[in-house]
């Protein structure tokens, strides 16, 4: 029996088993994928097997990989999406994503705080700076990693001054005397910073459960810094253990340093697994998720992501850290960059292995295929390790692969004393023990 706090699982919403040629299979359901039906479905699913939230990404611009042969359906707002979860679910957590780069703070915050009230305290917000989609707001070329996150860190901060500025408490509703609102604790917030000038208050008070945890990604230095300062949850890059481990240990570190409990923060990577009766129909489900890889888009995946161009040499050519274009280049992700980094100069790999990497082929998730067995001492070995607080399950390969997640692993995970049987609250905060 495992003693330490389980593990805080959430499920992704974004339909990556259809990945590849996943969707082509009979039965993939894809074309389920238009209904609001569907999602309501898999929420129910994850509701459940108790776990601690849903989650959904958002993409504010259409990138040449989402057409074609790419089975998606474009980028429903996340928000909006939850919006209508909500009111057919009623313990699991909603974690919707909104950018902090394109939106104006007071909108979002208000936005942010109907979803906790419709969802009875189970909102919680992905913090994202965006990486793409400029053009779609602004004649303005992106703003550069250092502009974005010292945007964000204000943003974050006039979005909780403003929850905050309409306490909960400020609504009495007192009959006899005729009060329904306290006035003199709805304050504005006058915030004038580099960034944003926000008057308030908000327009709805604070939901009774509680503030809206907030959940980050990124993994370079500033990215980490930010995440460790602000966020509950940190959705986490880390395609192997090894860098896990060090990036779970730096960001408790860095969250020590910012004053904060290094208990506080959670490190949950996005699990893409891919399990199968056997082995080989893993192994299988995984080769078709990235059948429509060819070695031309493989090359201009790494390219964009690092800026390192390995069109001239054959596949069996190590590639050194000698090869590494300049750092400071800009490129698509930073995160997905320093890993790619790390691994080229710790393993001097070949051509091949590159192109096979999560960051070129996918988006630096942690990959686990094999038999409900497998998987689940994946799981454990990287728990056990220090690497991981929980995880995003990413179903991949088919539906089936999801089926075996819910139906067998799940149920295993509980059994070894990892995953909670029952719901001890009904919020998210309950869920993630803030």
Excluded at 46 to 71: C, H, I, N, R, T
Excluded at 213 to 230: K, Y
Aim: include cysteine; hydrophobic fraction near 40%; proline fraction near 6%.
């Amino acid at each position: 029996m495992i003693t330490h706090r389980p593990l805080c699982i959430g499920l992704s919403l974004s339909a990556t088993w259809m990945k590849g040629d996943g969707w082509r299979r009979p039965g993939s359901g894809v074309e389920k994928m238009d209904s609001i039906d569907y999602y309501i479905e898999l929420a129910k699913t994850a509701e459940k097997a108790k776990l601690d939230f849903l989650f959904k990404a958002d993409y504010l611009y259409v990138s040449p990989q989402m057409l074609g042969d790419s089975a998606n359906f474009g980028s429903p707002d996340p928000t909006m999406i939850f919006a209508a979860i909500a009111r057919e679910t009623e313990r699991i957590g909603l974690v919707t994503t909104v950018s902090t780069t394109f939106n104006p703070p007071y909108v979002v915050a208000r936005q942010l705080q109907s979803l906790h009230w419709l969802s009875n305290g189970r909102a919680g917000w992905n913090i994202v700076t965006s990486i793409e989609g400029a053009e779609n707001f602004s004649d303005s070329p992106m703003p550069s990693p250092q502009e974005r996150y010292a945007k964000a860190m204000e943003f974050t901060d006039v979005v909780r001054k403003l929850w905050e500025s309409f306490p909960q408490e400020a609504i009495v509703m007192d009959r006899e005397s005729g009060i329904f609102s306290d006035k003199d604790k709805i304050s504005p917030i006058h915030h004038s910073g580099e960034f944003f000038s926000v008057q308030g208050p908000l327009t709805l008070p604070a939901h009774k459960s509680g503030s809206i945890p907030l959940f980050q990604a990124g993994a370079s230095d500033t990215g980490r810094n930010f995440a460790s300062s602000v966020a509950d949850a940190i959705f986490a890059a880390m395609p192997d253990l090894e860098s896990g481990v060090e990036l779970r240990n730096d960001l408790r570190r860095r969250a020590r340093e910012h004053g904060r409990n290094p208990n506080a923060i959670r490190v949950l990577p996005g699990l893409y697994f891919f399990l199968g009766e056997t082995r080989e129909e893993a192994e299988e489900l995984h080769k078709a998720a990235h059948a429509n890889l060819s070695m031309e888009r493989r090359l201009a995946s790494l390219k964009s992501v690092l800026g390192l161009d390995l069109s001239g040499f054959t596949s069996e050519h190590r590639v050194t850290a000698e090869m590494l274009p300049d750092p400071d280049q800009p490129v698509r992700s930073r995160t997905h960059a320093e890993l790619l980094r790390r691994y080229i100069t710790n393993r001097q790999p070949t051509v091949e292995e590159v192109l096979a990497r999560p960051e070129v082929v996918g988006s630096a998730h942690w990959v686990s295929l094999g038999t409900v067995e497998d998987v689940l001492n994946d799981i454990i070995e990287r728990f056990e390790a220090g690497a991981i607080d929980g995880f995003i399950a990413l179903p991949g390969g088919s539906e089936k692969s999801m089926e075996l997640f819910f139906e067998k692993l799940m149920p295993q995970l509980v059994e070894k004393g990892l995953f909670r049987s029952e719901y001890a609250g009904s919020t998210l905060r309950a869920h993630l023990g803030i």
